[in-house]
């Protein structure tokens, strides 16, 4: 209970009581007050007590339908772009493990958003080398993403802007 709830009703009751003793005092002893004089003032403490409490009432919020899966922000392409210029100066195994590993992820939320399949299946289809290029249906791509990358950096920034453009026009 609320506590301007339970104050409301020590008031009235302290009302009740009050009234109770003046009345007693007021009507001689002899006569007995009837059901109506004690239960009239109870009836109507549980209606001013009822309209309080509805009126706090609430409505129940409506639940919100789960959201899509995550799409491509602009701050991810900052951070692409920012890990992509690293790339180009760093060595092959940053490459190798930070952008490639991120192509791949964005890559593994395309295919699942296209197709329906859930993520983890669609990674572990990728990563195998029967399934992945049968999955994709373009063995270009998944040589990009999933063979070994080539050394040199201008080499490299080449690869990846082929990759992007693969990611990004790919379809079933």
């Not at 890990?83 to 190798?96: D, I, T």
């Not at 063995?139 to 950096?153: F, I, V």
């Amino acid at each position: 209970m609320k506590p301007s709830t339970l104050r409301f009703l020590i008031v009235v009751s302290a009302i009740y009581v009050f009234a109770l003793v003046l009345l007693r005092s007021i009507i001689p002893e002899t006569l007995t007050p009837t059901l109506s004089l004690l239960a009239l003032p109870l009836v109507l403490v549980v209606l001013v007590l009822a309209f309080d409490l509805s009126d706090r009432a609430t409505i129940p919020s409506r639940t919100k339908a789960p959201e899509g899966p995550r799409r491509l922000r602009a701050r991810d392409v900052q951070y692409l772009t920012r890990q992509v210029e690293v790339a180009a100066k760093a060595s092959p195994a940053y490459f190798e493990t930070i952008l490639r590993g991120r192509l791949r992820e964005l890559l593994v939320e395309k295919v699942s958003l296209e197709t329906g399949m859930e993520r983890e299946s669609v990674k572990r289809a990728l990563a195998d080398a029967n399934i992945g290029p049968r999955l994709l249906k373009d063995l270009e791509t998944y040589k990009l993403l999933y063979y070994s990358p080539p050394r040199g950096a201008e080499a490299r920034l080449h690869l990846l802007r082929q990759i992007i453009d693969r990611i990004e026009g790919w379809k079933p």
